[in-house]
């Protein structure tokens, strides 16, 4: 068999028996995921394989342009197989979508379409411009504007994949508050990753700072700005959104189907697990009829709504396993670590302070 033929099909649709096989080894890939110092490196090469980078980018540079719906279909069978990988994928993603969204067809046809072939690693640091720091008086990651582009000052505080990146997307402020996106590369001189930090779940991600020390960056790298909230230019990254709440439910998934599993042994556990899956499954119903254009959906409201269901989940799991659950390499503890995730990424304030509500058994006022 020569070396084109033993390639696996490119994923066309989110239909496709090429994802479920897709899924079935990332999943089996995943326990390595917990080792010190992982990085879902093989798992990437695998998704390139597939043609996954392809949905995100379209055809004029080498993708295949999926709707939202299609791409959320997917996701949702990908983070059930490896949250890890998904949430790695993600911020590619989000990098890809930011630089699409610039109106510089040179820079994108310099950018994605080895993005959309896997060649090149794209991620974001923009969580300073959103949910994280943004209140701090004084900027992280300050930009002063030069003749030939930008100089960048300061700090990105949570990129994910920040020493193996290419291309940062990265977002900062310049002194009269407006700010600016560029394609930074991680090759010029200044720019420097930090030791991705040790968290308490999804570590392989290697989320960790991006040090910018006096950065100069061509003005021809700009994606977006200045101007104030340049966040709120395009459609990409927006904070609470439906994507991380697909991601949670695939992740609740897992811990349903091994549920499942253990009711055929403990017919007593099947009360819970019945009447978890009936939630899940009209969690989901809500989210694709709203993308599907069937349904409205308070973002807020499901995001509050999915941060309860996934934590409960995981942890019944955890509970359902029992002891064998809280040893370390269990899948059922690492997707109760994996479930707190949630309640900090990307997580809009009215949304925790619901769901800390929950937690301590009042009603939110």
Not at 209 to 218: S, T, W, Y
Not at 350 to 361: F, K, S, T, Y
């Amino acid at each position: 068999m020569n070396e084109r033929s033993s390639r696996p099909g490119r994923i066309v649709s989110p239909d496709d028996d090429q994802l479920g096989e897709l899924c079935e080894q990332l999943g089996a890939l995943s326990p390595s995921l917990e080792k010190p110092g992982a990085w879902p490196q093989q798992q990437l090469q695998l998704c390139a394989q597939y043609g996954v980078f392809e949905w995100f980018v379209e055809r004029e540079f080498g993708g295949q342009g999926w709707d939202t719906s299609a791409i959320m279909r997917a996701y949702l069978k990908l983070s059930a197989a490896c949250l890890a990988t998904t949430f790695v994928i993600t911020q590619r993603t989000g990098a890809c979508q930011r630089i699409a969204l610039s109106e510089d067809n040179e820079l994108k046809r310099r950018l994605l379409p080895d993005l959309a072939c896997g060649a090149q690693f794209a991620t974001v640091g923009i969580s300073h411009l959103t949910t994280s720091r943004r209140h701090e008086t004084r900027p992280v990651l300050q930009a002063e504007e030069i003749p030939t582009g930008f100089r960048l000052d300061g700090f990105s505080p949570w990129v994910t994949g920040v020493t193996f990146a290419d291309t940062v997307v990265v977002g900062a402020t310049l002194q009269d508050h407006r700010q600016v996106l560029l394609a930074l590369p991680t090759t010029l001189p200044g720019v420097m990753a930090a030791e991705s930090a040790d968290l308490v779940g999804l570590s392989a991600s290697r989320t960790g700072p991006l040090r910018c020390e006096n950065v100069d960056v061509p003005r021809e790298l700009l994606l977006a700005g200045p101007v104030e909230e340049v966040m709120k230019t395009g459609a990409g990254a927006k904070t609470g959104g439906v994507q991380t709440s697909i991601l949670a439910l695939g992740l609740a998934a897992s811990a349903l189907d091994y549920l499942d599993t253990e009711v055929c042994k403990r017919p007593d556990l099947e009360p819970p697990t019945v009447a978890l899956r009936c939630e899940w499954q009209s969690l989901c119903d809500e989210l694709f009829g709203h993308l599907d254009g069937r349904r409205d959906c308070d973002h807020q409201a499901m995001r509050t709504r999915v941060n309860s269901h996934v934590l409960r989940a995981t942890q019944a799991g955890l509970a359902a396993a029992k002891g064998t659950g809280y040893v370390t390499g269990h899948s059922t503890g690492r997707w109760c670590r994996e479930a707190l995730f949630f309640l900090v990424w990307s997580c809009p304030q009215p949304v925790l302070a619901a769901n800390l509500c929950e937690l301590a058994g009042i009603s939110e006022t």
